[in-house]
Nanobody, 124 residues
């Protein structure tokens, strides 16, 4: 079973930046996708970004495209989410997850294992 541990959340002012990290341990990552989701209080979990581990192809949700960048470090088994130009509406708990199936990449149901989440708070 893959274990995922997120880090890097915190409090930041609007317009600021944060970098989240998700380190994975467990099976090899030849054909998996790593994704970031977020969930704000009272809202459904939302797709933020994903990256294919094998070739580095990236995917972004509408709310993150142009401001956030997902990347990976194969040697460290770590995925990063660089978040710039943060807005108060980015406030949420951010989760990383791993997808081993071919189900739709933006659906949380497509992901098999989840981290515990890291909280991001953006003040206005």
């Amino acid at each position: 079973q893959v274990q995922l541990v997120e880090s890097g959340g915190g409090l930041v002012q609007a317009g600021g930046s944060l970098r989240l990290a998700c380190t994975a341990s467990g099976p090899t990552f030849g054909s998996v996708t790593m994704g970031w989701f977020r969930q704000a209080p009272g809202k459904e979990r939302e797709f933020v970004a994903a990256i294919a581990w094998s070739n580095g192809n990236t995917f972004y949700g509408d709310s993150s495209r142009g401001r956030f960048t997902i990347s990976r470090d194969n040697a460290k088994n770590t995925v990063y989410l660089q978040m710039n130009s943060l807005k108060p509406e980015d406030t949420a708990v951010y989760y990383c997850a791993i997808r081993t199936s071919s189900a739709r990449i933006t659906l949380s149901e497509a992901y098999d294992s989840w981290g515990q989440g890291t909280r991001v708070t953006v003040s206005s």
